[in-house]
């Protein structure tokens, strides 16, 4: 019960930290890439993979590796995923993982946006 309190309290705060930072760095929209989503994109990325690196385990990593990053950003718990299969040498599962998550998120994103045309006036 005290992990899934910590994951909700992490999460919480990395939605709105996410939220905030997206909106900031995104909205004049002088760059035409999504600034403040790369950055938090990468920096979650990072900040899980030190996490990671440096062994964090048990309620540090329920409060900030799953929660705060993961709500932060996906991208980064993507991540931390690749890199466990890596870790653990499952290269047949890497490669099929990172096919139907970047494959499939591709295909799902064009699939939504037809769908999406449907139902438009």
């Known amino acids: 019960m005290i992990s899934l309190m910590l994951v909700g309290t992490g999460g919480f705060f990395g939605a709105i ?10 909205r004049d929209g002088s760059l ?3 600034a403040g989503t790369l950055f938090v994109n990468l920096s979650g990325s990072f900040l899980i993979g030190l996490l990671t690196g440096a062994g964090v385990g ?3 990593m329920f409060l900030f590796g799953v929660g705060f990053f993961g709500a932060f950003t996906t991208f980064s718990t993507l991540n931390y995923e690749v890199l466990q299969l890596h870790l653990k040498k499952h290269k047949k599962e890497l490669l099929i993982y990172m096919l139907f998550t970047y494959g499939g998120g591709l295909l799902f994103v064009y699939l939504g946006f037809l769908t999406g045309g449907i139902f438009t006036l």
């Open 32 to 34: 035409k890439i999504p």
């Open 58 to 60: 048990g309620m540090v």
């Open 17 to 26: 930290a996410r939220y905030a930072i997206s909106r900031r760095w995104n």
